[in-house]
């Protein structure tokens, strides 16, 4: 037997439900068919299934909860041109401080016994170390020593290989990067001071901050045309014992 579709009509013509065409669609104000949507959809008129609707709340964050990432503030502000970075505070403080040491013409010191040791100790050091203007010493007389040039923002390795080749890539390129600093050349020469004393010294309690000036008394002798008290020779040299007779010594004779 074949299927057939049928109609049904009640006493005043109206087609009872369930039929088959015809059918009205669902809206705000009136019953029909409603179509359902799987996912949220823009400018659908369907309806949304309860897990659709679950899923779709799922992914989205609570009023009062806290965003892991967010592109702009409340005030819809956009973070990464509004506000600075701990980074860039800290970098904008190190210029600040090394701006305000040159203004105030302070610099800091330290000592190396050699550059071995200063280009081993500058390669590992964090950049907020040394600031412009910085001298670094070093112990041996026979090379100069270097100062801060500039502290740069990303750190480079130097292998060092001997004192004259690392000297004569400062003097031809005025400065070399040695970790995140460039040093160059002081331009005062190294004074070996081995041989001198301190302006604090005395002599027989005089300062040597000026000249001096010594007389026979200063430090207890006979003055050029003094008489000595005690001699042994006589001003040609002569030993007085062995040359000279005593008075004592002398024969008296009478005349006749």
């Known amino acids: 037997m074949a299927t057939k579709k049928i109609k049904l009509k009640n006493a005043a013509g109206d087609y009872l439900y369930p039929y088959t065409e015809n059918l009205p669609t669902a809206t705000e104000t009136a019953k029909g068919v409603v179509q359902l949507d799987k996912t949220p959809t823009e400018n659908s008129t369907n309806a949304l299934t309860s897990g659709a609707a679950k899923t779709a709340f799922d992914a989205k964050l609570d009023k009062t909860g806290t965003a892991s990432k967010a592109t702009a503030d409340a005030e819809g502000n956009v973070i990464t041109t509004t506000y600075a970075t701990k980074t860039e505070l800290s970098e904008v403080e190190s210029i600040a401080t090394n701006a305000k040491s040159i203004a105030e013409g302070r610099s800091r010191a330290s000592s190396f016994s050699s550059y071995s040791d200063l280009i081993s100790a500058l390669n590992t050091v964090s950049k907020d170390a040394y600031k412009i203007g910085d001298n670094l010493f070093i112990q041996a007389l026979n090379v100069p020593d270097l100062w801060i040039y500039t502290v740069e923002a990303n750190t480079v390795q130097y292998s060092y290989t001997t004192d004259d080749n690392f000297i004569s890539e400062i003097n031809q390129n005025g400065s070399i990067q040695i970790g995140y600093f460039k040093v160059s ?67 008296s004779y009478e005349e006749m």
């Open 185 to 251: 050349i002081m331009e005062a020469q190294k004074l070996d001071l081995t041989d001198y004393v301190p302006s604090s010294r005395t002599i027989n309690n005089k300062s040597l901050a000026e000249n001096i000036s010594l007389t026979a008394s200063d430090i207890g002798a006979l003055s050029l045309t003094g008489t000595a008290a005690k001699a042994t020779a006589d001003a040609e040299g002569n030993e007085i014992s062995s040359t000279y007779a005593k008075l004592s010594d002398v024969i």
